[in-house]
């Protein structure tokens, strides 16, 4: 009875995930789930790629279990921004399609070219669940160790970009580059690495321009 | 029906957990439950902390969804470990108290004083499991910022000891350690905090011998 529930559950998410997917494209949104740790820079850079990927417009869906700090960091942006509280639904790891369908409709999408959603600050849960996004991106950060793309290989698998951020702190650690870019390569040989700096504003310009061509193209 | 069956897991994780507590008491093995997001640095405290320990005896439980890195990083510490994978469980995000029980069993527990479960790196999931733990440790890297108390307050909340790790790192960083203070007294009052460096053993010691008198009242 539990995997035929689970089963149905999934098949409820993938159709949802399509619908959201078809729904966006129709409306000309294209729109990217920022996956990643806790506190591995998600939000920093989001808001950096808004900056930079002006003219284009941007808008913003933000999930996290409790609080409203990291929709909070995104004002002065001016940018429209939705925050989903897991908190009511038993505080759940990730976030889901149908959620995402609701905060779909509060957005005013004919304002939006790039929709970002900030995924549940989590390594593992969020991509096991495909939410309708067009692109999927893992932040991982230098200070996170360079064993995380073997140890955690989902949200490496599932993803077409990882930003690997925080490159700032290198000359403090022990952390060999060429390390996590084998691990990458072993766990997706098809991820497109960016190495970042949000604080910095050191490699966030590239990764702006590689969204603007597949905003642009997506948009055609 | 859904619901029922949620209820159901809950209540043999609970009754799992109290079994677990129970058995570990009569063979005097105190058990701590080391939580926090990936890269947050658990192995590495662990490691150190098995030294610091001696004379008193440890053991681990590793958890991971793949590989056996932080287990091998172990190898050499002459102490025995056991591995669990979460991956043939659908790459669970947490680990449950009848895998501990497992693992118990493969365990020379007669050998060990303190043993330590390292969760999977997470600082959502594991925090909603009782694995049956004398005592709960949160690792919160600094790197992670400092509001991650509040944004993440259940792994906090079900926490005795929060371990506020890397803090050779504060030099580098724009990180105010009175934040982070007052959002773990916010989240939870009663939670111990020990600043520390595994890598450059800064205030490690302190934690070692806070867990030699835990471990010693609790053998008596």
Redesign the interface.
């Known amino acids: 009875?539990?995997i035929k529930?689970l089963k149905e559950i999934m098949e409820d998410v993938k159709a949802s995930a399509k619908e959201i997917r078809e729904h966006l494209k129709g409306k000309g949104v294209f729109m990217v789930n920022v996956m990643g740790?806790?506190?591995s820079g998600k939000t920093s850079l989001i808001r950096k790629l808004i900056e930079k990927l002006a003219p284009l417009k941007a808008g913003v869906i933000e999930g996290?279990?409790?609080?409203t700090?990291?929709a909070e960091q995104l004002a002065g942006l001016n940018v429209p921004v939705m925050q989903i509280n897991t908190a009511p639904f038993g505080?759940e790891?990730h976030l889901e399609p149908s959620w995402i369908l609701s905060a779909l409709k509060e957005l005013p999408l004919e304002e939006i070219d790039c929709l970002f959603v900030e995924n549940?600050?989590?390594?593992?849960?969020p991509a096991?669940f495909d939410i309708g996004a067009h692109l999927q991106m893992v932040v991982l950060?230098v200070?996170?160790?360079e064993?995380?793309p073997?140890?955690?290989?989902?949200a490496f698998r599932v993803s077409h970009i990882v930003a690997l951020s925080?490159i700032?702190?290198l000359p403090?650690?022990s952390y060999r580059l060429e390390q996590v870019e084998s691990n990458i390569k072993k766990t997706n040989p098809e991820l497109k690495l960016f190495a970042l700096s949000a604080e910095k504003d050191k490699g966030v310009k590239e990764l702006a321009n590689f969204l603007k061509e597949k905003v642009e193209t997506f948009k055609k």
Chains 1, 2 share one sequence.
């Open positions: 009875m539990e529930i740790s806790p506190g996290d279990i409790e609080t700090r990291d505080g790891c549940v600050g989590n390594l593992v849960c096991e950060s200070t996170e160790g064993d995380k073997l140890k955690y290989p989902l925080k700032d702190l403090y650690l």
